[in-house]
């Protein structure tokens, strides 16, 4: 395939962002062309051949604007090859095992069957958003748990399902 890729996030702290922007630049070193937006601002997925689409993970959920966005183009994307990834534990479990999808993503999975989702280890920093956010931190529970090696290790081996295993 030659075709064009999204990859849509949705965030809150810009962790998933940084995430995704990793995801386009390996798929862009393969010599795809790619557009990496957020998920709430995407209105179409036609001028797309695959999409990558990921969310932050916030107390067991997809981020609103991820779940929001798989239900809003649907049938779209269940006619395109999709992949999935969630980034949030706050520890370093993703790199010691696999962390199976949340409820809704697994749903968005089987009704859209995507290609496969994976979840990386997510990043909360002083001058995050949101109440629980600073809860987190003041607990000491935070800091940056994103492996970017095997990020672009995963985005890699996509590259390469996307253009023919060249």
């Not at 809860?135 to 890699?156: C, H, N, Y």
Request: charged content about 25%.
């Amino acid at each position: 395939m030659t075709g064009k890729v999204l990859v849509a996030y949705g965030t809150t702290n810009r962790s998933t962002a940084c995430i995704a922007e990793a995801i386009a630049d390996v798929l862009r070193k393969d010599g795809l062309t790619v557009d990496t937006l957020p998920a709430r601002s995407v209105n179409s997925v036609s001028p797309y051949d695959a999409v990558v689409v990921g969310g932050g993970l916030y107390a067991g959920r997809w981020h609103k604007d991820a779940r929001r966005f798989v239900r809003r183009h649907r049938e779209a994307l269940a006619a395109r090859p999709l992949w999935l990834f969630s980034s949030g534990p706050l520890d370093a479990s993703t790199s010691e095992r696999d962390i199976p999808p949340v409820s809704d993503v697994k749903k968005a999975m089987t009704q859209l069957d995507a290609q496969e989702h994976v979840t990386f280890g997510g990043c909360l920093e002083d001058g995050a958003k949101g109440f629980v956010a600073r809860m987190i931190l003041r607990s000491g529970k935070g800091g940056d748990f994103r492996d970017f090696d095997r990020i672009e290790e995963w985005a890699a081996r996509l590259a390469g399902e996307l253009s023919g295993g060249k």
